[in-house]
């Protein structure tokens, strides 16, 4: 199993320290819970089971990972181990508090921030999933700083972390990618009209483990003739059946790290207007990823060009947007849509990932990619055809 090298998360907490320092922040507090994790995962390896949990930064030193309660031995199995989980009476499961877990030591928050300041309590914090936090906790963090602190919402400085990949992150997203796209082409073979969604969906599953994903980055995309206008969606009991389209976008983890790899197939042959629009996305999958995203551009820009290929063609307006980004999360900043300023860096690891709609069904061209110096390098690029099975 490959692992993250603790070097990496003290190098993202250190840059998260160096900007609370700027913004003269006495801590940071992250929340997650089993489908929001990407802040505490990113800086804990933690990735809540059924309970919610957070991550608790002051301007020096290590992390506090805190968790409900249940399995401190989960929470402490990230780089900082043990000896920085803190059992939270703010925290709980999903659904609500839970405490008096045999052995886990309780804290609160103030006992907590009295921690990480060395004693001097909290004026000015920065909570890092503002938009997701529940209420009740944001009362309670309220609470436990000191009388008229400042709750800010730093959940931008965040993204910007997380967008600028290092080289062992994006390394990682190539080889998750590079799973999928064998996962895909391995579960070709393996399947055939009469099965259902749900069991093409065990068979590209299988196929992700089988080769070294560590289970799906998202729920597993696959699903046949009008219901494939969706985009997303989850499967069903219905037959794949024969002369219609079949949409099927996966991806897997690997070292934590999100892929995605998405093509449109069919059990019989395409008609020429699919072929038709086919050719058209592919033409535009391949110009906006190795034509037209260059390192200072921004993704609204991008987003505008995207739209005006599709209504200057012919097509309307786009029915998506024009790309996002991938790290340890499938779909996190930045996003090409129109008039977001985010300015495209050297490093950032993109899915280029692209919906044409029609009126019968739907259908998606998506590959992975870091942007270079000069432009990019696509980390997959398999069957950019008609495939016919």
Request: charged share 25%.
């Amino acid at each position: 199993m490959i692992c993250v090298p603790k070097t990496e998360y003290d190098s993202r907490v250190q840059r998260l320290q160096k900007k609370m320092e700027e913004e003269n922040l006495d801590a940071v507090l992250c929340y997650a819970n089993t489908g929001a994790y990407d802040n505490v995962f990113y800086l804990s390896q933690y990735w809540p089971l059924f309970e919610v949990g957070g991550v608790l930064v002051g301007r020096k030193g290590d992390p506090l990972v805190l968790m409900g309660g249940e399995a401190p031995e989960f929470a402490g199995a990230g780089p900082y181990g043990m000896k920085q989980v803190r059992g939270c009476e703010a925290f709980g499961h999903t659904y609500g508090t839970v405490r008096g877990w045999i052995g886990v030591d309780y804290f609160n928050l103030e006992q907590l921030f009295s921690e990480v300041t060395d004693g001097r309590g909290v004026r000015r914090i920065g909570l890092a999933d503002y938009a997701i936090m529940p209420h009740k906790l944001y009362q309670q963090v309220e609470s436990a700083c000191l009388p008229g602190a400042e709750l800010i919402d730093f959940g931008e400085a965040l993204n910007d972390l997380r967008m600028n990949k290092s080289d062992f992150e994006a390394e990682m997203v190539q080889q998750a990618c590079l799973i999928s796209e064998k996962a895909f082409d391995n579960a070709l073979g393996k399947i055939n009209p009469e099965m259902t969604e749900y069991e093409l969906e065990g068979v590209l599953a299988a196929e992700l483990y089988r080769n070294g994903g560590e289970g799906p980055s998202f729920p597993i995309l696959c699903y046949s003739g009008y219901r494939s206008r969706m985009g997303i969606g989850r499967s069903t009991h219905n037959k794949l059946g024969r002369d219609t389209i079949i949409n099927i976008d996966i991806g897997c983890h690997y070292a934590g790290y999100a892929s995605a790899y998405g093509r449109p197939i069919i059990f019989g042959k395409m008609s020429d207007q699919t072929k038709k629009e086919i050719d058209f996305m592919l033409e535009l999958h391949e110009k906006l990823i190795c034509e037209w995203v260059k390192p200072g551009m921004t993704s609204g820009e991008i987003y505008t060009k995207y739209y005006d290929y599709f209504v200057d063609h012919g097509w309307g307006p786009p029915p998506a947007s024009a790309s996002h980004g991938i790290g340890v999360f499938e779909g996190e900043p930045p996003t090409c849509r129109r008039d977001v300023p985010t300015v495209l860096n050297a490093g950032m690891t993109i899915a280029g990932d692209h919906f044409f709609r029609s009126q019968e069904y739907g259908f998606r061209f998506e590959d992975c990619y870091r942007i270079t110096e000069t432009g990019t390098q696509l980390f997959t690029r398999s069957h950019w055809e008609y495939i016919e099975l």
